[in-house]
């Protein structure tokens, strides 16, 4: 499985990103998808999780503001964040779950800054 995420950038606070992730090659494996953000200095955490069944799931810091959603046609997953932060600012990395094996496929991430 690959993951190519896009969609970052720079924008002021208080604006709006939507991130892209497209999954490509054996995409049947799939369950859950989800995103993950480092910030410069700090390990990756945990942004939202959007399992094949199950409830949508979002770290306190992002939820009200971040909305993730999948594409099952397309083997994609979003990000629509609003309301952004300095502190969103961050390396965002998509992700998905093997549903066989549990392995763990990254993206290469997207850079999205968040500053006037």
């Known amino acids: 499985v690959q993951l190519q995420a896009s969609g970052g950038g720079l924008v002021q606070p208080g604006g709006s990103l939507r991130l892209s992730c497209a999954a490509s090659g054996s995409t049947f494996v799939i369950s859950a998808m989800g995103w993950y953000r480092q910030a410069p200095g700090k390990q990756r955490e945990w942004v939202a999780t959007i399992p094949r069944f199950g409830p949508v799931t979002y770290a306190d810091s992002v939820k009200g503001r971040f909305t993730i959603s999948r594409d099952y046609a397309m083997n994609a997953v979003y990000l629509q964040m609003n309301s952004l932060k300095p502190e969103d600012t961050a390396i965002y990395y998509c992700?998905?779950?093997?549903?066989?094996?549990?392995?763990?496929?990254w993206g290469q991430g997207t850079q999205v800054t968040v500053s006037s």
């Open positions: 992700n998905a779950l093997d549903r066989g094996t549990s392995y763990n496929y």
